[in-house]
């Protein structure tokens, strides 16, 4: 039986903090998650937390993306001298060119990387409290060279976010968001979104109605799970087709993770599917993570062999689930990460994300370096609009150049 938050149980690995006094008095390494499910649940109910961290989307991501690739998780349980948690980090270990290192789990599926911390925990932190938690904890693990945590908000509702306090630099993509007025998703799109912006909308809406009626449809039930999945995978091929660029949802596992995270569509899912359906078939999906008052859109996609592609069915929807989101008492809709005139389009905030490098050993303070050379090339190619569009020329070349076998 999983223990609760009280409990304090023994994990292997345990090593104990105590010296200096820190907010921390344990740190324990467990390698089963469902052995944390009933701790887990009940610390993320108060704790900072993106919805990618929640347990439902970690656990569903272990389940399936995890087995398919051989991915090693531990996951890092810090509790109070009380004995209650004050920190949870899901971390992958991963080795690469004989380094090893541990990463927050979710890679390119999650937006936000980010640990869980109670407030008052979280608030009690500086740089070298914040280096002193992380060097124990990669102690406590073993064998590490380094910490390499990417797309850390620097704060969540209001608190600063402990690994933020460590950054090497700003990520290579902002969030954006904005904040949703309580059942009044006219009055949030008017104060988030130019009266141009909005008039374009207006004019996409009218011209889309003309194709004939739609529904915005969330996906309730096994089956209809299967199919805004199979709608979304299919778009997001095309898609990434169409641009030259590899497919990051293409592999089984994904689509197994989609399947389960969504559940069977009631409110304990971590992952929320829509679509907006004409006649019967979806033209645009959307997929959201979920936790709390906040909706964060993981992944989005559209029919682009559709007659309604010039009318954009995906910004569409958005819109419509923006108003559906405010009826349901959501507080804060964030678009996730990454630059797109849609979304600066649509929010009128964003949140800031920085990268963090803690190497552990010599090795690990070359790799960290290498890697952090890495994210600020990329944020410069990023903020770049020519060099962007090189970029995305290039990959498309050299991906045409790969050899096929026979």
């Not at 223990?3 to 023994?10: D, K």
């Not at 064998?143 to 700003?170: E, H, K, M, R, S």
């Not at 007659?307 to 419509?320: F, I, N, R, Y």
């Not at 989101?325 to 996730?336: I, M, Y």
């Amino acid at each position: 039986m999983p223990a609760t938050a009280a409990e304090a149980p023994h994990y292997p690995n345990a090593v104990s903090s105590r010296a200096g006094s820190p907010p921390w008095a344990s740190i324990a390494i467990e390698s089963e998650i469902a052995r944390l499910e009933e701790a887990w649940l009940a610390f993320e109910q108060t704790a900072l937390v993106t919805p990618y961290q929640a347990y439902g989307w970690i656990k569903a991501f272990v389940e399936t993306v995890g087995p398919a690739h051989g991915m090693v998780f531990r996951y890092a349980l810090l509790r109070d001298a009380a004995g209650n948690p004050c920190a949870l980090l899901p971390l992958v270990i991963t080795r690469r060119s004989g380094i090893r290192f541990a990463e927050i789990i979710g890679g390119k599926h999650a937006n936000y990387h980010m640990g869980l911390y109670a407030p008052a925990f979280a608030a009690k932190f500086d740089a070298p409290l914040a280096t002193r938690m992380f060097r124990e904890i990669g102690a406590a693990i073993g064998g590490l060279d380094a910490l390499i945590f990417v797309n850390q908000p620097t704060a969540w509702n209001g608190v600063a976010n402990p690994p933020a306090l460590l950054a090497a630099g700003p990520s290579p993509s902002r969030a954006y968001k904005l904040a949703l007025v309580p059942g009044d998703g006219d009055a949030t799109l008017k104060r988030s979104m130019s009266s141009h912006a909005r008039k374009k909308l207006k004019n996409k809406r009218s011209r889309f109605g003309d194709f004939g009626p739609s529904r915005l449809s969330r996906a309730e039930t096994p089956a209809e799970i299967e199919r805004v999945v199979s709608a979304f995978l299919s778009q997001k091929a095309e898609r990434f087709r169409a641009m030259g660029l590899p497919d990051p949802f293409a592999e089984p596992s994904v689509r197994a993770f989609l399947s389960r995270a969504a559940g069977t569509g009631g409110a304990a899912s971590p992952l929320e599917l829509y679509s907006l359906d004409l006649g019967g078939a979806p033209v645009a999906t959307y997929i959201g993570a979920v936790h709390g008052d906040r909706f964060s859109g993981m992944a989005t996609s559209f029919d682009m062999s559709s007659e309604t592609v010039k009318t954009s069915p995906g910004e569409l929807l958005l819109a419509e689930l923006i108003h559906r989101k405010c009826q349901e008492g959501v507080a804060v809709f964030d678009l996730g990460v990454g630059e797109a005139r849609y979304k600066t389009s649509f929010c009128d905030d964003h949140d800031d994300l920085v990268d963090s490098f803690l190497p552990l050993t010599l090795k690990g303070r070359f790799f960290a370096r290498a890697a952090q050379a890495r994210r600020a090339l990329k944020r410069r190619i990023k903020r770049s609009p020519t060099a962007l569009k090189l970029a995305h020329r290039v990959s498309g070349w050299l991906r045409r150049r790969e050899p096929v076998d026979d």
